[in-house]
């Protein structure tokens, strides 16, 4: 009976550190969310018109709906983006000023805002 006792407290305490180190590993084990931006330019309008799509699914008309959207997203998400090398007409983010504020903005939202070059 003294033997068990005496095994009772190394027990609980290896029984604890496990479980820490368990639910430390449970809350690191979910990636952040990825996503991809396009931007659509809508022909049959006049003046063009451009929107922003987020993972093919969901569409901005602006740079400010856009941002609120992003503003929900999970801190550590990505955007990836690919603007490629088509300049038409009032392209929304084709300025490199306009592109810096975004990029701040995203830094500030802690969303990894990814450039992808077109080459």
């Not at 009772?8 to 479980?19: E, R, T």
């Not at 022909?43 to 993972?55: A, G, K, L, Q």
């Not at 008309?61 to 929900?72: M, P, R």
């Amino acid at each position: 009976m003294k033997m068990a006792r005496s095994l009772l407290w190394p027990c609980a305490i290896l029984l604890f550190i496990v479980l820490s180190a368990r639910a430390q590993e449970i809350g690191q084990s979910a990636p952040a969310p990825k996503y991809r931006m396009e931007l659509v330019y809508i022909v049959d309008t006049s003046p063009h018109e451009y929107v922003f799509v987020i993972s093919g699914s969901i569409g901005f008309k602006s740079v400010d709906s856009l941002k609120e959207y992003l503003g929900g997203l999970p801190p550590g998400s990505t955007l990836e983006w690919a603007p490629g090398c088509v300049e038409m007409g009032n392209r929304p983010l084709s300025s490199e000023r306009e592109i810096e504020d975004f990029k701040a903005f995203c830094a500030e939202k802690n969303i990894n805002f990814i450039v992808i070059p077109s080459g």
